[in-house]
């Protein structure tokens, strides 16, 4: 029996690596899911209903679910709304695909949630460096054997793989070839261009999937 016990946001996270059960949130998150009773059990009961050919949206009991895709490197990914709240959900599935079981102990929600933490206080201590870089927030991470689930914010952009890089102004696709250098000098890596996302808006990059 191996425990790993780490701090996450302001809770404390237990993983049990023999049973693979695992659950943290932040305080924030946990704060709204108290003020809307049993999402996350409206949450599963909502994704056993979507299918990416015929059903790709439901509501029930007043959270929006939305599928937006499904595969083999993310088992599915969804956006959540609760109340004004919009959420990206990652889930990784066991025995799906051509896996039968996690491809390796980082694709479970807490350490992926643990790698965008780091790289987050990274960016942070470099901020006047890197203005319009930003790295996904974790709300909630949840393991429980065959299902893991990782919680960040929504972030309303395109990924790298959708767009011409040349859209981005000089001076940030400048910044995001300097901080990709600094989070690699620091072990952290898969900068898939799926996992970047370039919000047009705000002038900002935001990195939604590390690994460390």
């Known amino acids: 029996m191996c425990a790993l016990?780490?701090?996450?946001?302001?809770?404390?996270?237990?993983?049990n690596a023999a049973t693979s059960r695992h659950?943290?949130?932040?305080?924030e998150f946990k704060k709204l899911i108290g003020q809307h009773k049993n999402v996350i059990k409206s949450f599963l009961e909502a994704r056993e209903k979507l299918s990416y050919w015929?059903?790709?949206?439901?509501?029930?009991?007043?959270?929006k679910i939305r599928l937006i895709a499904r595969g083999n490197t993310a088992t599915a990914a969804y956006s959540v709304q609760i109340g004004d709240k919009i959420f990206f959900i990652k889930e990784q599935a066991r025995g799906k695909a051509r896996y039968d079981s996690f491809r390796a102990y980082f694709d479970l929600?807490?350490?992926?949630?643990?790698?965008l933490e780091r790289a987050e206080k990274l960016v942070l201590k470099n901020k006047k460096q890197f203005p319009n870089i930003e790295i996904a927030k974790p709300r909630l991470t949840w393991t429980n054997r065959g299902l893991s689930?990782?919680?960040?914010?929504?972030y309303d952009g395109k990924t790298l793989?959708?767009?011409n890089p040349k859209i981005i102004p000089d001076d940030i696709y400048t910044q995001f070839l300097e901080v990709?250098?600094?989070?690699?000098?620091?072990?952290f890596h898969d900068f898939h261009p799926s996992n970047i996302i370039w919000l047009p808006k705000d002038n900002k990059i935001v990195f939604i999937d590390l690994r460390y």
């Open 180 to 187: 990709t250098k600094l989070l690699t000098s620091y072990g």
């Open 5 to 15: 016990e780490r701090k996450f946001g302001e809770s404390v996270t237990h993983f």
């Open 161 to 163: 793989d959708k767009i």
């Open 23 to 27: 659950l943290a949130m932040d305080s």
């Open 109 to 115: 929600a807490a350490p992926q949630g643990e790698a």
């Open 149 to 154: 689930f990782l919680v960040t914010d929504f």
């Open 54 to 63: 015929w059903r790709r949206k439901i509501e029930l009991n007043g959270i």
